[in-house]
T-cell receptor, first 115, second 111 residues
Framework: KAGVTQTPRYLIKTRGQQVTLSCSPI?????VSWYQQTPGQGLQFLFE???????NKGNFPGRFSGRQFSNSRSEMNVSTLELGDSALYLC??????????????FGPGTRLTVL | DAKTTQPNSMESNEEEPVHLPCNHS???????IHWYRQLPSQGPEYVIH???SNVNNRMASLAIAEDRKSSTLILHRATLRDAAVYYC????????????FGTGTLLAVQP
């Protein structure tokens, strides 16, 4: 089975622009979660989607949004980019939405640099 | 969410066993203990999880204290490829897939 894929792998944007990142989960996985990783804050949860519905959201401003399509692929969008949005954005997929007795599979991430 | 405490860093020699500790004194009876690791320049990778009993898989073993207030991830023979940040995470039964990562333990493996 192919793993979780994220596109693009690297992205450079300028302040004020917006960006859309894409995640294709493992075939058959219906849950997709997004995380932001920065040197200062570490790995932080952004949101989780399951069957096209947002199930959980982290503590991020409304500039961060996401969606999931019927084929389970997910996108996240960041509008009005700020320098502090420079980070590695990671996507994880899972066959179930119950996190406790479950494992998640992470993609390689998208490295976003905001100039 | 219950909190976990891990040492910031540990060192091991190649081909020797490694015991990575995690304290979770406020764990509730329905919290599962998960371990993930992140190798340099990669996304996190699931390692193992358990509830009460010790668990083994092809990557590692998880030893859970009888009172469940602590656990230990055991790598039986460390290799250079095991150099990574290891995260111990608690997930409540019925919770969603939200993972709360702490700072983890940076494991260095010396040849």
């Amino acid at each position: 089975k192919a793993g979780v894929t994220q596109t693009p792998r690297y992205l450079i944007k300028t302040r004020g622009q917006q960006v859309t990142l894409s995640c294709s989960p493992i075939s058959g996985h219906r849950s997709v979660s997004w995380y932001q990783q920065t040197p200062g804050q570490g790995l932080q949860f952004l949101f989780e989607y399951f069957s096209e519905t947002q199930r959980n959201k982290g503590n991020f401003p409304g500039r961060f949004s996401g969606r999931q399509f019927s084929n389970s692929r997910s996108e996240m969008n960041v509008s009005t980019l700020e320098l502090g949005d420079s980070a590695l954005y990671l996507c994880a997929s899972s066959p179930r939405t119950s996190g406790a007795n479950n494992e998640q599979f992470f993609g390689p991430g998208t490295r976003l640099t905001v100039l | 969410d219950a909190k976990t405490t891990q040492p910031n860093s540990m060192e091991s020699n190649e081909e020797e066993p490694v015991h990575l500790p995690c304290n979770h004194s406020t764990i509730s009876g329905t919290d599962y203990i998960h371990w993930y690791r992140q190798l340099p320049s990669q996304g996190p990778e699931y390692v193992i999880h358990g509830l009460t009993s010790n668990v083994n898989n092809r990557m590692a073993s998880l030893a859970i204290a009888e009172d469940r207030k602590s656990s230990t991830l055991i790598l039986h023979r460390a290799t250079l490829r095991d150099a990574a940040v290891y995260y111990c995470i608690l997930i409540a039964r019925g919770a969603t897939n939200k993972l709360i990562f702490g700072t983890g333990t940076l494991l260095a493996v010396q040849p």
